[in-house]
């Protein structure tokens, strides 16, 4: 063989060598970092729609049943305490008109919603100025209107927690659906 054809192989065997050692590394530098793969056990969601001319949004954690006694079972859900009315970051609710609860009138903007949650069905939606929080940073110093609700538990469960905002009647309704409570607050757009 001649020397030049052993350099040539020599020089090939060396390149071939470096581009495993470099992608070695590369597996090696990707293999070190955590890949999560698995969705969030609380993934935010959004709900947008429009009802008699009204922007409405509402952004949530939706967090999952996943076999736990819920209602009055799990800590920051005892009867008679204010819920965050989902999971993790607090559920953010915009309206681009005013609605009209009944009597009680939510102004157009941006707020937080809470539930304050009673055994007796007698449950309230609570709609609050303070915006950008924790779940669980409830000021009730900050509440703009306390909303009554009408509560079914007697429905199919619901695995993961949902807010809907459908129209119904002259103007929609908020809905909170989890595990088998369903609780709806009506509303008309001003």
């Keep these: 063989m001649s020397l030049s054809r052993t350099l040539f192989r020599g020089a090939y065997a060396v390149a071939a060598l470096s581009l495993i050692s470099v992608s070695a590394s590369a597996q090696g530098a990707m293999g070190g970092m955590k890949m999560d793969s698995k969705a969030p056990a609380s993934p935010r969601d959004s709900v947008i729609t429009t009802i008699a001319g009204a922007n409405i949004n509402v952004n949530y954690g939706r967090p999952s049943k996943r076999g736990r006694v819920l209602f009055n079972g799990l800590g920051d859900m005892k009867w008679g305490m204010v819920w965050r009315t989902g999971a993790n970051e607090a559920t953010h609710f915009t309206t681009a008109k005013p609605l009209a609860f009944g009597a009680i009138t939510v102004p157009a903007g941006t707020y937080t919603l809470f539930t304050k949650i009673e055994e007796n069905g007698k449950w309230e939606l609570i709609v609050n100025k303070q915006t950008k929080q924790w779940g669980t940073a409830y000021d009730p110093k900050q509440d703009l209107v306390r909303i009554p609700m009408t509560v079914t538990s007697n429905n199919p469960v ?22 088998n409570y369903k609780a709806v607050a009506g509303f008309t757009v001003k």
């Design 158 to 179: 619901v695995e993961k927690m949902e807010i809907i905002v459908k129209p119904a009647g002259k103007g929609g309704e908020i809905i909170i659906a989890w595990d």
